[in-house]
């Protein structure tokens, strides 16, 4: 595949293994312009990005302002802390006027699930959903994918555990969505309250034990507790979570002897994972997903703005 014809990236259950193919091909293209002195190149001169935030966020907002600058592309960032939004605006009259002003694609972070999907209906523009509440975030999925292809040359046939809030994460969501479309046997871990209800029909096995589920495990993916969406407590304690779900070094020797681990962050440690196998270079991928974050959503912006035309 040479083209991407979606008009918008609203999530990994939308994009076929083609698709998610040409994305990682061409990121892995743009890796090499993060290393330059000067890292920059023509390809989007003329276009314009809106990095549209209702919610907070450090590398999603931040990679895609640096992917669209690398590009050459005018971007502009809007926090709805700053925006009209607090006047009372609506997310669909904000689009609207954005529209008016014609920028070429919109980046979207909103805390109610299916708003990309909204304003994909409604503008003329392309939409790059950056995390819709608990339902999805696409292009964690894709630097996700990029990494483990990096480090382990190949996708299909690795088991892959993700341990902590699945309920909660769109990060847990999108992987489970890619992950399996590319081959990969996913498994889930976590508190039987922070679990969905029959999570196996996505394809995955569950367990309420880390321990069960990243036993020889390719690839460990720990997850944040996502205090902010979960109406009631759903554990007794940090301490206790810590106990039974946070990842050190006796339950990751129950792993495959070459597993990587992974962290979408912001990383709360002592709490989903000990800071000694965060820190640890030998299997700690977590900023290498940093840097392939940047790489993917350039991939995006390019070709959700023609470049591979």
Partial sequence: MTKLTKKDILGMADLTVDEIHLILETAESFLEI???????????????????????????RTSFEI???????????????TSSVVKGETLIDTARNLEAMNPDIIVLRH?????????????RQSIINAGDGAHEHPSQALLDMMTIREKKGRIAGLKIALVGDIQHSRVARSNIYGLNKMGARVVVAGPATMM???IEKMGVEAFTRIE??????????????????????????????????????????????DAIVMHPGPINRGVEISPDIADDSGFSVILDQVANGVAVRMALLYLLSGGNE
């Fill in 196 to 198: 969905p209800r029959d």
């Fill in 34 to 60: 993060s290393t330059r002195d000067i890292k920059k190149v023509p390809t989007l001169r003329g276009k314009s990005i809106i990095n549209l935030f209702y919610e907070a966020s450090t590398r999603t």
């Fill in 212 to 257: 069960d589920a990243i036993v020889d495990a390719d690839v460990v993916m720990m997850l944040r507790i996502q205090l902010e969406r979960q109406k009631q407590n759903l554990f007794p304690s940090l301490r206790e979570y810590a106990q039974r779900y946070c990842l050190n070094r006796t339950n990751f020797k129950l792993a495959k002897s």
């Fill in 67 to 81: 992917a669209g600058k690398r590009l050459s592309a005018d971007t502009i960032n809007i926090s709805a802390s």
């Fill in 111 to 123: 805390s109610a699930a299916g708003a990309p999907h909204l304003l994909a209906g409604l503008v």
